[in-house]
């Protein structure tokens, strides 16, 4: 009877040895991205190969410095970053001298303290409406 105490006794030591382990464990994982230090500056997400994909963002607080993982997406405008959201209007006509047509953005989000413009504007070539004048002629001679 007493051995079968003993071991019960020394399990449930056991236990509770191995949560307060854990929970420590996670409080260090919990207070990894300065846990003293309250203003973070970030810098730009740079991608480790070509220009997009997964790369390395780096912060300083103060003395100390880190880098944490981030992702640059492959169709990312550069003339505004990666870092800088905008909601964007609807594209406008083409305009016959340029052969281009453009819209204008609002800034919706800057991330990581981004410095992103309050409104940009974006161009695009037109496209030519007879490519989709043909493709809709070959479809209707099918039916």
């Known amino acids: 009877m007493q051995r079968r105490s003993f071991?019960?006794?020394?399990?449930?030591?056991?236990?509770?040895l191995t949560s307060a382990v854990a929970k420590k464990k996670d409080k260090?994982?919990?207070g990894g991205l300065g846990s003293e230090c309250a203003e973070w500056t970030w810098?730009?997400?740079?991608?480790?190969?070509?220009?997009?994909?997964?790369?390395?963002?780096?912060?300083?607080?103060?003395a100390q410095t880190q880098r944490i993982r981030c992702?640059?997406?492959?169709?990312?405008?550069?003339?505004?970053?990666?870092?800088?959201k905008y909601k964007f209007e609807t594209w406008g006509?083409?305009?016959g001298g340029t052969g281009t047509k453009a819209r204008q953005g609002t800034l919706k989000k800057a991330r990581y303290n981004a410095q992103c413009q309050e409104t940009i504007r974006v161009t695009k070539p037109c496209s030519p409406?007879?490519?989709?004048?043909?493709k809709?002629?070959?479809g209707k001679e099918k039916d």
């Open 71 to 84: 992702r640059v997406p492959c169709n990312w405008k550069k003339e505004f970053g990666a870092d800088c």
């Open 28 to 30: 260090v994982k919990k």
């Open 43 to 62: 810098g730009p997400c740079t991608p480790s190969s070509k220009d997009c994909g997964v790369g390395f963002r780096e912060g300083t607080c103060g």
């Open 129 to 134: 409406k007879t490519k989709a004048k043909a």
């Open 136 to 138: 809709a002629k070959k």
């Open 93 to 95: 006509a083409c305009d």
């Open 7 to 16: 071991l019960l006794l020394a399990l449930l030591a056991l236990l509770a």
